[in-house]
């Protein structure tokens, strides 16, 4: 194979660098009007009333609507529903009816002619709301007496994972540890806020939808649902995003309110919000208290770790659901060797804007809890860091390692892999690059600094399907239409490389189209690191499906057998007499219809769809070290030097690898130490620009090392691939505290 593991460069940057991307407010229709949500400016309390008369009269204003005008009983479902639990009584109406819970949520919506008469409207929306005291602590939120933010009470879920007799390994442990550990309120800030255009055929009420890039498939069946259309009459439209990272492209009121405008009005409509909406609107994340123990025997290896966790979820349950709070405690106990684990979190909801996944959810905060524990546990049992880690982690002998615990619905069977070795490796590395050296050579000058090292388990490839197409037109151009969508990862590079491996052609003959309904209607979308995984996978199954076809029809034309062929450069060519070769184009000419080169009965074109079926999720791998610098005067604090060592399985394309974990300990830097979201007394947000939710600069954040190792290929998949998107901001928090 010579095109999976190239450094190739993306296929996407000659359009991006020219400007010439489609981004979701580039994209707008002949006679589209303009929405403007207009949102509770308090965090809890009856909602009298939403007078929009004087709105509805402005200039430009074509519509004013409140919930009294919606379909009644809308709320926004749950896409991923674990543990059993019936979120039904906590999910988010589409707009308030009665009843506001944070400051944000959508009251009415206002349509005009342009977003400045939108905008200029909305402000004349009066809104009447008896406020009623905001509860903003979880921990409070979650006792008896607490003010009931809904009539199910304010705990949303309460359930714990695990296995072994915990309370006997505590009862006989030599030493035993325990901590605490609160993971900030953060949220995704990707460069592109939320942008949606809905246009309507006024003839049939078809939807064409543009901005919902990373679960399309589900968010079409979701808003067919809700408009009580049949899906094939909505088509989603792939388009360029400016980052993702869990937060953008999920279901949100607006993905409703747009399309139902749309056709209300028989026009096509657009909503773009703006950086200060996004930050009270878009799920955030998080925010847990962990209160952590471990049990050691003697010799300092662990033989059992409870955790008791609470999960501020915010004002409601939206798509995610329970995803973050079950992915924390399912992967708490990471990469080490566990007889006995258990597990509680109650997720508990709160007077703030609601949450949902962010790169790594679940496993930033497990992460930072259990190696904060084990630091903890090094100097309790006077151990050196390093070997207490590898004391404790399973070894390649004991994998695969199956844990009886259920992770997103699936058995945790950890594959392969080489904890230790990755270790040690990072370890080296880190030495080579001299981080030791700056530690002492800045104690020597009385500064204080320190290293810090943190071992962590991802998960990818999370099924339970992908399904792709591969295609060869006349002129030999090869189409792959896939349901992995892009984010801005690389994936129309990635997916390119692969097929062009399978099918022996170039991949700059390839175009691949991800995210469009109408071509490719049963995508599961990207996120949870499973885009490369398993939609790489469905594109390699399909080519090679197409690669074979091509050699049958290929044996007909050539008048040879099909092992007498070779496949290359996008030709297909007798062995041993190079002048026999048809192209691809030739080939996929002669699957014509009238071709005589088809037998009776036997299907036309040069095309092939397959589906990859995932079973298990496979776990990549990693270990983070940094060093760091506090000033004892100010509390500043300064990361010098940072190393991301991650097992990857399989690079498609090392340089976008690296470029993901670089990417991903630069947000994982601003989550540990400097982005919170914050509260006053009220439910106010305290966060409402970039001024307050600080981002990490070229100034806070040192050049990324990384080290890429591909030393254990994925047993679960042909590829031997594992996901990368993640394993840069997973063991951020824990190595920098």
């Known amino acids: 194979m010579t095109w999976v593991g190239a450094r190739m460069p993306r296929k996407e940057d000659p359009r991006l660098l020219r400007g010439l991307g489609r981004f979701g407010d580039d994209i707008s229709a002949g006679g589209q009007a303009w929405a403007r949500v207009i949102r509770s400016p308090a965090a809890h309390g009856r909602l009298r009333s939403v007078d929009t008369r004087q709105a509805a009269r402005a200039a430009g204003v074509i519509r004013a609507v409140t919930a009294a005008d919606l379909p009644p009983g809308l709320a926004i479902p749950v896409r991923l529903a674990l543990q059993g639990i019936d979120l039904t009584p906590y999910l988010q109406p589409v707009l308030a009816t009665d009843v506001v819970r ?127 259309i049949d899906e094939t009459l909505i088509r989603v439209h792939a388009v360029d995003a400016g980052g993702g990272f869990g937060v953008r492209g999920e279901f949100y009121p607006e993905d409703f309110l747009v399309p139902w405008l749309a056709r209300a009005l028989g026009r096509p409509v657009k909503w773009t919000e703006d950086r200060a909406e996004h930050l009270v609107a878009v799920n955030h994340s998080r925010q847990q208290s962990h209160r952590i123990a471990a049990a050691f025997d003697a010799a300092g290896r662990i033989t059992a770790i409870r955790a008791d966790v609470l999960h501020d979820n915010g004002a409601y349950c939206r798509t995610h659901g329970i995803t973050v709070p079950e992915l924390t405690v399912a992967m708490l106990p990471g990469p080490y060797r566990l007889p006995a684990y258990r597990g509680r979190i109650r997720v508990v909801l709160t007077n703030k804007t609601p949450c949902g996944t962010y790169r790594a959810p679940g496993r930033f905060e497990g992460t930072t809890a259990r190696e904060q524990l084990l630091d903890v546990a090094a100097g309790q049992l006077r151990m050196d860091r390093l070997e207490l880690r590898r004391r404790n982690l399973l070894t390649a002998g004991e994998l695969p390692h199956r844990r009886p615990i259920t992770a997103l619905g699936t058995d945790m069977v950890l594959d392969a892999g080489d904890y230790p070795g990755l270790l040690d490796g990072a370890v080296i590395e880190a030495e080579r690059l001299g981080y030791s050296s700056e530690v002492h050579r800045g104690r020597q000058r009385g500064l204080l600094r320190g290293l810090g090292v943190a071992a962590f388990l991802e998960k990818s490839g999370l099924g339970p399907q992908e399904t792709a197409d591969v295609m060869i037109s006349d002129d030999g151009a090869v189409r792959v239409l896939s349901g992995g969508t892009s984010l801005g990862q690389g994936v129309e590079t990635v997916l390119a490389q692969i097929a062009a491996d399978a099918l022996g052609a170039d991949p700059a003959s390839i175009s691949v189209v991800c995210g469009d309904t109408e071509l490719q209607p049963f995508g599961m979308g990207s996120w949870a690191s499973r885009t490369t995984v398993v939609a790489g996978n469905a594109v390699h199954a399909a080519a090679h499906a197409v690669k074979l076809r091509a050699t049958q029809l290929a044996a007909r034309m050539l008048e040879v057998g099909q092992d007498d062929l070779i496949v290359g450069h996008s030709a297909i060519s007798v062995r041993g007499d190079p002048a026999a070769t048809v192209t691809l184009g030739q080939v996929a000419r002669a699957a014509a219809p009238a071709s005589e080169y088809l037998l009776p009965g036997e299907p036309a074109g040069l095309s092939a769809r397959r589906r990859f079926d995932v079973a298990h999720m496979t776990y990549p791998y990693g270990v983070h070290i940094a060093v760091v610098e506090v000033d004892p005067g100010t509390g500043r604090v300064r990361v010098l030097r940072y190393l991301v060592a991650y097992e990857v399985g399989r ?87």
């Not at 304010?154 to 540890?177: C, P, Q, S, W």
């Not at 090392?654 to 914050?678: C, H, K």
């Open 102 to 228: 944070y400051v944000g949520e959508p009251l009415a919506v206002v349509v005009a002619e342009d977003p400045y008469a939108a905008e200029d409207a909305a402000e004349l929306v009066d809104i009447d709301i008896d406020e009623e005291p905001a509860v903003l602590d979880a921990e409070t939120a979650a006792q008896p007496g607490s003010p009931r933010l809904f009539p199910a009470g304010n705990v949303a879920a309460d359930f714990t994972l695990g296995y072994g007799d915990v309370d006997a390994a505590f009862a006989r442990a030599a030493h035993v540890v325990e901590t605490g550990i609160e993971i900030g309120r953060h949220t995704a800030v990707p460069l592109e806020p939320r942008a949606l255009l809905a246009d309507v055929d006024p003839r049939t009420g078809a939807l064409s939808i543009f901005g919902m890039t990373k679960v399309p498939v589900f968010n079409r069946g979701v808003l067919a649902s809700m408009l009580g």
């Open 651 to 737: 690079a498609v394309n090392p340089m976008l690898v690296e470029g993901q974990l670089r990417g991903g300990a630069a947000q994982g830097i601003g989550g540990a130490l400097l982005e919170e979201f914050s509260y006053d007394e009220a439910g106010q947000p305290q966060a409402t620009t970039f001024m307050e939710y600080r981002m990490p600069t070229a100034a806070e954040v040192p050049p990324i090392d990384v080290l890429v190792t591909q030393r254990a290929p994925a047993p679960g998949n042909p590829l031997g691939l594992r996901g990368a998107g993640e394993g840069g901001v997973s063991a951020a928090g824990a190595a920098l505290a």
